[in-house]
């Protein structure tokens, strides 16, 4: 059962709303790495005709093989749209083909940029400054961190350091449509890293982005973007409005978990600035267009280039790993082949997306597809498609071979060996719990080269990471790096280009340490469950051969109040099983049902230390053989184990927001 947790709600935390399939729950899930080869020596033209018949190749079998509906992509270049092509279908029941004119995608994260080109808007006027306190211009505070609050540049660069925000990310009921500045109001996620040093992405923050633009122009966000960005770049059928208007509902594409499954509602994300937009791939292709034109329409080409080439490097470099990619004003770097590019990628629960701008080649690339196919095809394939597009047309110098000798290589990999746990998650309430079954495991192979079993190519091998420079790895099949950060000398947090922008892995500590903590977990639920079945078992043998119950008193009475709470103890975890379960699936029971379990955790947690403790003491004062004693002991051991875990991963935490 608790493998199935591992797995299945670690990629859930992942799910929603985030950025990359470091698998937008907006926890350390199978992260799906794109391979490609290296880079070829001879360039491709970058003509309509060609990028046409190339996406008309890859695509098809693309979408076959990995189960997705349909997909839309759009090539821009020197202010132009070169490409816009539909494939398979955005309503499959109806037959209804992808248009990539017409049929609206849900782009996810991708509406980010949106929100922060709206937030550049304010910057440019005058209204917003980048390195203020954002409480500035809010009508509720956010409290201080040790004193540093939050600014608007720390919000960008997802570096304000609050802990994720996962409640009612993504719903299917209209009901939750609510103003931003109300879901803000209800809870305001703790802040667990020191501003501007950990990057830690938040969908909650973006939303309150846009609610410092709804404050500071007296607009309300959805009729600002429309008015100010959606207008002037004509996107007529762009919207953040949930339901969509009437004149747009009916071309907006089904979402599907699979292309040969059933579509899902509607999706609401509650969070609407952070990820609700509705767009066709047209419409995106003139958002690219502007953005690679200087902001032309939007903003000034001074503001477009700040929010481009952001300083965040020279503010604070303690939030970077060089020479990764690093996090811009809202844009993230996903530079290839010595190229510059900056990005944005997108998920909602059926809808997958990513952007790219080559800002020196003038060219964008977009796609998102409506289902994310088996095994989470679709984020392989975007990962794969841009690749594949940036070796196609903008080659560069294939990557170097490794420079660290081997006897170093090992050394450094040993170093780096351990579990980690990702900055990217909750770290106050019970849904911490995923950063004990999440955290990555890091070791090295028989050749010495940096393993992580969760981080894996599209093959869906893990990576084999060569060292090229000092603690900075490189993917021989790949484009991807992985480098680590160091203090007086050994390695405290890694990341690896694709995620590295907006979160990164912090060692565990000790006493969250999975490498002890899980074992000694899964040998308690067994001494628990094992006490739990003597009893029946114990019944069946006397009543079967007329055997005398072997004790009386306080020894019986210890012994069946052992019982009970062991099946107490399993009971609630398994209440937790299925509330986690529940919480991260299409549907959630309300906050009574968290609040009970909670409670019940509380007293049978800490109730169930203490009928072992005493039924300990009494079986070891008794007569009884050893065997019972040390079953005492292991029983005691086995509770202390379980109200250990749920103290330090919040399962005891008294609260509803999550």
Excluded: C
Excluded at 328 to 345: D, K, S, W, Y
Excluded at 479 to 504: E, I, K, T
Excluded at 553 to 558: N, Q, V
């Amino acid at each position: 059962m608790l493998a199935w947790l591992s797995a299945a709600l670690g990629a859930a935390a992942f799910a929603t709303l985030a950025p990359a399939q470091a698998p937008e729950k907006p926890g350390a899930p199978v992260l799906a790495q794109p391979a490609a080869p290296a880079a070829p020596t001879a360039t491709r033209a970058l003509t309509a005709e060609d990028v046409t018949a190339w996406l008309d190749g890859y695509m098809p079998y693309a979408l076959h093989s990995g189960d997705i509906a349909g997909a839309v992509v759009t090539v821009v270049r020197d202010g132009r749209v070169i490409a816009a092509r539909g494939y398979g279908y955005a309503d499959i029941a109806k037959r209804r083909p992808v248009d990539p004119d017409l049929t609206l995608f849900r782009p996810g994260s991708v509406s980010k940029l949106v929100t922060w080109t709206a937030v550049m808007q304010q910057v440019e006027a005058g209204r917003i400054d980048l390195d203020a306190d954002v409480n500035r211009y809010l009508d509720f505070a956010i409290p201080a961190y040790r004193g540093a609050p939050v600014t608007m540049r720390q919000i960008m660069t997802h570096t304000a350091g609050f802990e994720e925000a996962n409640k009612k990310l993504i719903t299917y009921d209209v009901g939750d449509v609510e103003p931003i500045g109300a879901y803000l109001k209800r809870h305001v996620p703790a802040r667990v890293y020191a501003p501007g040093t950990t990057p830690a992405y938040s969908n909650w923050a973006t939303t309150l982005a846009a609610y410092v633009v709804e404050r500071v122009s007296g607009t309300r966000f959805d009729d600002y973007v429309e008015q100010r960005i959606f207008r002037p770049l004509d996107m007529r059928t762009a919207s953040f409005r949930q339901p969509l208007p009437p004149r747009l509902r009916a071309l907006v594409a089904q979402g599907y978990p699979l292309g040969s499954g059933a579509p899902k509602p509607f999706e609401i994300v509650v969070p609407g600035p952070a990820g609700s937009l509705s767009a066709s791939g047209l419409d995106m292709a003139k958002f690219m267009i502007a953005h690679l034109d200087g902001g032309r329409g939007v903003l000034r080409p001074e503001t477009a280039a700040l929010m481009h080439e952001s300083p965040l490097a020279k503010v604070n470099p303690r939030s970077l790993i060089p020479p990764l990619n690093r996090m811009e004003l809202g844009f993230f770097e996903t530079n290839i082949n010595g190229r510059r590019v900056i990005a944005h990628l997108g998920d909602t629960n059926q809808m997958h997306t990513s952007l790219h701008l080559f800002l020196a080649e003038r060219t964008g690339l977009y796609v998102s597809f409506n289902s994310a196919g088996r095994e989470g095809a679709a984020h392989v394939v975007r990962g794969q498609l841009f690749q594949d597009f940036a070796d196609r047309y903008f080659p560069g110098a294939t990557l170097p071979a490794g420079r660290v000798d081997a006897a170093t290589a090992r050394q450094h990999a040993a170093a780096l060996a351990g579990h980690w746990q990702v900055s990217r998650s909750s770290f106050t309430n019970f849904v911490d719990i995923l950063n004990l079954f999440g955290q990555a495991e890091v070791g090295a192979d028989a050749q010495g080269r940096l393993v992580i079993p969760s981080v894996k190519g599209a093959n869906g091998v893990p990576i084999a990471w060569v060292e090229v420079a000092p603690y900075v790895w490189r993917d021989p099949a790949g484009h991807d790096r992985l480098a680590a950060q160091l203090v007086d000398g050994r390695p405290v947090r890694w990341s690896f280009d694709l995620v590295s922008p907006f979160m990164m892995w912090d060692r565990a500590p000790a006493y969250r340490d999975a490498a002890w903590l899980l074992p000694a977990l899964y040998a308690s639920l067994a001494v628990l469950l094992l006490t739990l079945l003597f009893w029946p078992a114990n019944w069946y043998l006397r009543r079967r051969y007329q055997a005398a119950a072997p004790r009386a008193g306080a020894p019986l009475r210890t012994a069946r109040a052992a019982r009970v709470m062991a099946l107490a103890v399993l009971l609630v975890l398994g209440g937790w099983f299925w509330l986690i379960s529940v919480l991260f699936g299409d549907t959630a029971p309300g906050d009574a049902w968290l609040t009970l379990l909670q409670l019940a955790s509380i007293v049978v947690f800490v109730g169930a230390v203490g009928i072992a403790g005493w039924n300990a003491v009494v079986t070891l004062r008794g007569d009884r053989p050893w065997t019972r004693k040390l079953w005492a002991v292991l029983l005691l051991l086995a509770t202390l184990v379980v109200l250990w875990v749920a103290a330090v991963f919040h399962l005891l935490a008294l609260t509803v927001h999550y």
